[in-house]
């Protein structure tokens, strides 16, 4: 089925080498995350990880000012 597609084959070897790591609960004041917007301001901002969802993430916003 996927004879079509035979760059496919090299991608999942690399997916698969990645492996799965041991999966932990955590509160939203124990996750840090470094983001940075695909749209504009694209400096990376390591902030708070508030929520996550499939379809979506949600960053907590400091203003250090």
Partial sequence: MLDDYPAIDPWLDRELAIGHQARAEMSSTE???????????????TTTLAGLSDVESVVQHVDPS
């Fill in 31 to 45: 996750a840090i995350a470094t983001v940075a917007a695909s749209d504009y301001g694209s400096d990376p901002v």
